[in-house]
């Protein structure tokens, strides 16, 4: 059969000048010869001829082995390690992820294979990963109250004004897991985020009273490696009270909060709440669940923080009603740290002293086990644990 389609495609080659110069009636007798002794349809012997279905060099290599076809388990298999990313957060860190995954043992390639990994670009991930990416829509609910008269007291800060460079101006913010019942106390996730690196420090409390988020607010300020200087909540009254107020002022730390009603202000700690809280813990309701959860989070720090690289936006053009954003290349907040000059070196060499010993397979294990765990527990309050989707 592979011998009969080559003859004809150059039996078509031969005949095509002579057919895009003949008469109708020679054209007929022309097809009429392909049709009888190659076996093609006759409008489609008619598109060889005139030119209209030349098959291009890289369509007629399409019968040939893919390129990648012999990386996509690899590349599968890096890809569940590294939570799902999209390619163009995996493509740059690629390279650094195959060293520490062989580095731990988790991972053998061929010098072939590992090559491939490394040079192969973001589109390429997307079309071979493509089957394997399933979109599961969910929603959230908010439950933030309005704080205090004291909100006076703390200056506004719109998202536009964001310009923070160096690490240390921080946006929080609570997460409640109600399950979809807001009735009686269930435990809330403060979150904490670096607005120039995306370090992200997250603490489980037993309710969203301000003694409780206040705690873990000053305790999630010691995890940080670098010196806490700003910070920049919602109007919820959690964060609005004196007891945070006067903190700041003592620690000389500038507090400031978003607009009501505007969460934009704060979003780049509700992008977090989102990637990194609800695709953890899902959207069940936990109450006196802080321990489990905390030991969760304990693993998750050094998950997202050490191998989840994030990308910031750096620009945003307009044309007409077009916004088109522009953002830097992918990095961990642990490179981005590495980068940054406030850090200092012995905080530098502690952090690589952690990311030495560090293996991102076994803490996703880790993870996955405590998921199993709270799964159980959501089970037993009435309301199942629904992860969010992949991103």
Known sequence: ????????????????????????????????????EH??????????LSGRGIPSPEEERRGSKPRYETVYGALKQIWQWYDYICSKRLKPVMEEAVRKLEDCSELRLDKETREKLCTMSARTIDRLLSKDRKALALRSKARTRPGTLLKHLVPIKTFSEWNATKPGFVAVDCVGHDGGNARGDFNQSLNVTDIATGWTETQAVKNKAQVWVFEALTDLRTRFPFVLKGIHSDSGGEFINAHLIGYC??????FTRSRPGKKNDNAYVEQKNWSIVRRAVGYARYVDDEELLNELYGVLRLYTNFFMPVMKCVAKTRHGSRVTRHYDTAK????RVLD?????KKGKARLRAIYAKLNPVALKKEITRLQGRLMRRATRHGTPMVLAEVA
């Open 1 to 36: 059969m592979e011998q009969g389609m080559n003859e004809g495609r150059e039996t078509v080659k031969a005949l095509r000048k002579k057919y895009l110069r003949a008469r109708k009636r020679e054209k007929g007798t022309m097809l009429d010869h392909l049709v009888d």
């Open 39 to 48: 076996g093609y349809n006759r409008k489609y012997a008619a598109r060889l």
């Open 249 to 254: 002022a003592d620690e000389k730390i500038t």
């Open 332 to 335: 961990t907040p642990y490179q």
């Open 340 to 344: 940054s000059s406030c850090a200092t």
